[in-house]
């Protein structure tokens, strides 16, 4: 039975991963970090097939003593600072969660278990202010956000790594990807749970920032297969895993607010410069053609469908 370890297994990514690995037989261990208030609502039903580790990507030693325990064959590093807007108010902490916490992962699976294989969470938001549209894996990194050069610098040290000591390291440069489990800090969690309050009467106003930025959304659950193909192949490397379709924030409150029954959402939408970013990201758009050449994948939910499926979904949240 294939082992995987998956850090930040208790957020949106790991747990659809760890469902997609325990489909597929894995045996499945978590890394969590010890906190006050431990959140295990997304794993919650597979809670009792999991095994968790306490660990943390700013203590060295306990990332050596979770690969110990684990000794996996696959270690998905998904665990970040993840929100960027929160990167601005703690650019420092981010440098050292989402760029040099990789580098300790990768140091701590060369100590223990080099011959694993090794999977970087990266993103689009390293393209920033982009300089061709759409993006591949060759269009030159240009990060906007604290969060965007941490992860800019996360994927340079696995591409390093991979090729100064011969690890088997891949790095999914993954577009936005959405689904019930976002969280609410997230602009389309946001939209689709605000629709859903709005429609039964529990708040009457959704507050949001820039109605045209566009991005490239996608599904999770159809992100994280990708993640597990990389790590199937017989060499590793990296790829764009999006749907090459951009949409803006204006299109999610249409569809959105359509699916919840509510007509306009033009009555119940207010513009606030506080949810506006200092420095706006260009248009995100992602080619996956080289995953879908070399890894046979390709996304299998378009926009409408993701944001009318989260629409339903915090509709029976809120009205249980």
Same mark, same amino acid.
């Given at each position: ?24 037989? !894995? ?5 969590? @970090?010890? *906190?006050?208030?431990?959140? &295990? ?15 943390? +990507? ?12 684990? $000794? ?37 699976? @060369? ?6 294989? &090794? !999977?970087?969470? *990266? ?5 920033? $202010? ?59 969690? $946001? ?27 996608? !599904? ?43 007509? *306009?959402?033009?009555? !119940?939408?207010? +513009? ?29 939910? *378009? ?18």
């Amino acid at each position: 039975m294939a082992r995987a370890l998956i850090t930040g297994i208790t957020g949106q990514d790991g747990s659809y991963l760890a469902e997609l690995l325990l489909e597929k037989g !894995y045996e499945v261990h978590g890394m969590v @970090r010890r *906190s006050s208030t431990e959140t &295990f609502e997304r794993i919650e039903q597979i809670r009792d097939k999991v095994t968790l580790h306490q660990g943390d +990507l700013l203590d060295q030693r306990s990332l050596v003593d979770a690969l110990r325990a684990s $000794k996996p064959d696959e270690i998905y590093n998904l665990a970040a600072m993840s929100f960027v807007a929160a990167s601005w108010v703690q650019p420092t902490l981010t440098a050292e969660f989402t760029g040099v916490g990789v580098t300790r992962m990768l140091e701590a699976m @060369r100590e223990v278990c080099p011959e694993a294989r &090794f !999977y970087q969470a *990266s993103s689009s938001e390293m393209y920033g $202010k982009v300089l061709e549209v759409p993006q591949t894996e060759t269009t030159p990194f240009y990060p906007r956000s604290p969060y965007g050069v941490a992860k800019t610098y996360g994927h340079f040290i696995t591409v390093n790594y991979r090729e100064s000591y011969d690890l088997f390291a891949a790095g999914g440069i993954l577009f936005n990807h959405e689904s019930p489990r976002r969280g609410l800090e997230f602009v389309t969690r $946001k939209i689709t749970w605000h629709a859903a309050a709005i429609k039964l009467g529990l708040i009457d106003k959704l507050a949001l920032g820039n109605l045209d930025a566009e991005r490239d959304w996608g !599904y999770a659950k159809d992100y994280v297969e990708a993640m597990w193909l990389m790590l199937q192949q017989d060499t590793a490397d990296d790829y764009v895993i999006a749907t090459n379709q951009t949409n803006s924030v204006r299109e999610c409150v249409e569809v959105a607010f359509d699916e919840a029954g509510l007509g *306009s959402f033009e009555p !119940y939408v207010e +513009l606030d410069q506080q949810f506006v970013r200092p420095a706006e990201v260009d248009q995100l758009i992602g080619d996956y053609g080289k995953a879908e050449r070399e890894l046979g994948w390709t996304p299998k939910t *378009s926009f409408e469908e993701l944001i009318r499926l989260m629409v339903r979904a915090d509709l029976e949240l809120l009205s249980s």
